[in-house]
């Protein structure tokens, strides 16, 4: 779904990669969070009983995918880290437009 999807702002690949984790595991929230101008994913709800997977590319820090629910095993942590890496791999390729409208976004916020 990644690859294909062509760059749009609302309803964003991360929105659907989103629904679909909300929808295929029994999961009461899930977030994604990203880097912006040197800050996030520190915003992140952290602290609920959930699960945290880093988005990186190397040793470059890109976001955050948690989730929260109620029952959580092995097997969600290892899923949160697979779609973390694709997630990577689309950041930093097909979806660099989206990393860039955040970018924008966020320095017209500031002024």
């Given amino acids: 779904m990644l690859a294909t999807t062509a760059g749009q ?7 659907e990669v989103a629904g679909i984790l909300s929808r295929g595991r029994d999961y ?13 994913p520190e ?18 820090m890109l976001g955050v995918i948690e989730v929260t629910g109620a029952h959580q095993h092995h ?11 694709r997630l990577a791999r689309f950041l930093s390729g097909n979806g660099k437009w ?4 955040l970018r924008e976004a ?6």
């Fill in 9 to 15: 702002w609302r309803n964003s690949p991360l929105d």
């Fill in 43 to 60: 915003e992140a709800r952290r602290g609920a009983a959930g699960l945290v997977a880093p988005i990186h590319v190397g040793r470059r």
């Fill in 106 to 111: 966020a320095t017209a916020a500031r002024t």
């Fill in 75 to 85: 097997e969600d942590g290892l899923l949160l880290k697979e779609v973390a890496a």
């Fill in 98 to 101: 989206l990393l860039r409208k």
């Fill in 28 to 40: 009461e929230w899930v977030g994604i969070y990203l880097r912006v101008n040197g800050s996030g």
